[in-house]
Nanobody, 122 residues
Framework: QVQLVESGGGSVQAGGSLRLSCAGSGRTFSDYTMAWFRQAPGKGRDFVAA????????KYSDSVKGRFRITRDNAENTVYLQMDSLKLEDTAIYYC???????????????WGQGTQVTVSS
């Protein structure tokens, strides 16, 4: 079992920045690919970014590429999502998740946090 707890959400104006954190506990954090997904009101849960066990394994959705950055600190069992140049359409609940392999497939992620709200206003 892996327990994940997100933090760092909030309200920000368009163009601003936020950093989300996801603290993991339980099984060895470094064994898992860590990812962020988001769910906007009335929509499905979409992939945002993933960071594999290997440092160079990273993937971003086209909608956030160049604006968001995912990093992980295995010593601290934490994964981060730095979000810059935020847009109105980034408003969503953001979830972190853990999977045993490097993938962007939502169904492959076994463990999920409870989510943190990000609201971007004009």
């Amino acid at each position: 079992q892996v327990q994940l707890v997100e933090s760092g959400g909030g309200s920000v104006q368009a163009g601003g920045s936020l950093r989300l954190s996801c603290a993991g506990s339980g099984r060895t954090f470094s064994d898992y690919t860590m990812a962020w997904f988001r769910q906007a009101p009335g929509k499905g849960r979409d992939f945002v970014a993933a960071r594999g066990r290997i440092a160079l394994s990273m993937k971003y959705s086209d909608s956030v590429k160049g604006r968001f950055r995912i990093t992980r600190d295995n010593a601290e069992n934490t994964v981060y999502l730095q979000m810059d140049s935020l847009k109105l359409e980034d408003t969503a609940i953001y979830y972190c998740a853990a999977a045993p392999t490097f993938t962007i497939n939502l169904a492959s992620y076994q463990y999920w946090g409870q989510g943190t709200q990000v609201t971007v206003s004009s």
